[in-house]
């Protein structure tokens, strides 16, 4: 016994027009139109800070470039079928191999200063410093003495 099934053929939808991130689009041409004319005031204006207005030109137009990178990269077309194997992890056993390796891995990055659950001053074998006195002194050498167990 075999049944059929009719599967409808995905549609890409089309973007008329300057695509899916038209924010990203209309705030890039307004950085690029401001700083083309910031400069141009600074070239054409006869002002006395003109390399100011050159500058900040400059700078305008750089920034724009970031609004461009959102825009060409909020307009890549990803079929469907690459995105359902991302990695290329579809068992659980490796899903779960990488799982455990990164929590370890991670788990060393955060805590650099323990050895197996102890800390390094416990693997020196160094008796913890508790309830000793210190004594603290200010610029002006009056001593004040302290206890470890008053802080607690």
């Known amino acids: 016994m075999s049944t059929c099934v009719q599967v ?24 690029d139109i401001l700083g083309v004319f910031i400069m ?41 079928e690459e995105l359902e194997d991302d990695v290329g992890l579809k068992s659980r056993g490796l899903r779960r191999v990488v799982r455990r390796m990164s929590s370890r891995l991670s788990g060393g990055i955060r805590n650099p200063f323990k050895k197996n659950g102890r800390s390094v001053r416990e693997s020196n074998n160094r008796p913890p410093h508790t309830g000793t006195d210190v004594s603290l002194s200010t610029i002006y050498d009056s001593a004040m003495a302290s206890s470890s167990k008053e802080l607690v």
Do not use: Q
């Open 8 to 31: 409808e053929p995905v549609m890409e939808t089309r973007y008329g027009g300057v695509g899916r991130c038209k924010c990203s689009f209309w705030f890039a041409v307004a950085h």
């Open 40 to 80: 141009l005031v600074g070239v054409f204006g006869g002002l006395v800070i003109h390399d100011l207005f050159i500058y900040a030109g400059a700078i305008v137009i750089f920034f724009s470039l970031i609004w461009w990178v959102f825009w060409y990269s909020g307009n890549i077309d990803v079929p469907p």
